[in-house]
């Protein structure tokens, strides 16, 4: 019954490093999605991708890139980590539905 | 710009009715959504209601929007100790189903 996964549960990088946040979905969608999630803020959108190669800016892009070179594969790379990305980043899919939405279970990322 | 607002933490006794309240200030919002998250894990859609209606039930969810005031609530019945958790509000408008989340309000429940 897996839906969307993520690479990692726990990731600990040292500032500088490149890290690459990998997601999957398994349920054909066009949407997918990248969010960092911090205590007392909720959700914020970083980047979201509606088609294979498409990409639209979120929220707060800065300090981040993606990739969609795959229907069911959306990465989102950290060029160089830096301590104020330490956060959990949780990816997303949506279908035409608007019930169709799946949440992966969460990246805890640690820059130190 | 959009801006979805919540409550931190809630506390209440397992039995007792919760009821976790929002307000956004974006007026175009074509739906209003409710997500659940359990520790550890991703959100869950719990809900949602189309922004013409005023209220929605679903077993023991109750949803009432206020359009004038732009004031979301969910209304858990009967609350029991796996309804702990982090709840989100959050509005959409547009294509993409681009959401727009609130803070998040920490459901604590007493047994």
């Known amino acids: 019954d897996v839906k969307v996964t993520q690479s990692s549960r726990y990731l600990v990088k040292r500032t500088g490093e490149k890290v690459f946040l990998e997601c999957v979905q398994d349920m054909d969608h066009e949407n997918m999605f990248w969010y960092r999630q911090d205590p007392g803020l909720g959700l914020r959108l970083i980047y979201f991708s509606y088609d294979v190669k498409m990409k639209e800016k979120g929220d707060i892009p800065e300090g981040y890139s993606v990739s969609r070179e795959k229907k069911e594969r959306f990465s989102l790379i950290l060029e160089s980590a830096s301590t104020n990305q330490t956060s959990m980043y949780l990816c997303?899919?949506?279908?035409?539905?608007?019930?169709?939405?799946?949440f992966g279970p969460g990246t805890r990322l640690t820059v130190t | 710009g959009e801006d979805v607002e919540q409550s931190l933490f809630l506390s209440v006794r397992e039995g007792d009715s919760s009821v976790i309240n929002c307000t956004y200030t974006d007026s175009s919002s074509t739906y209003l959504y409710w997500y659940k998250q359990e520790p550890g894990a991703g959100l869950q859609l719990l809900t949602y209601i189309f922004s013409n209606m005023d209220m929605k039930q679903d077993q023991r969810l109750t949803v009432l929007l206020n359009k004038k005031d732009k004031h979301l609530s969910l209304r858990i019945a009967d609350t029991q100790t796996g309804d702990s958790a982090i709840y989100f509000c959050?509005?959409?408008?547009?294509?993409?189903?681009?959401?727009?989340f609130g803070t998040g309000t920490k459901l604590q429940v007493i047994p």
């Open positions: 959050a509005e959409s408008y547009g294509g993409y189903q681009k959401v727009t």
């Open positions: 997303a899919s949506t279908g035409t539905g608007i019930d169709e939405q799946y």
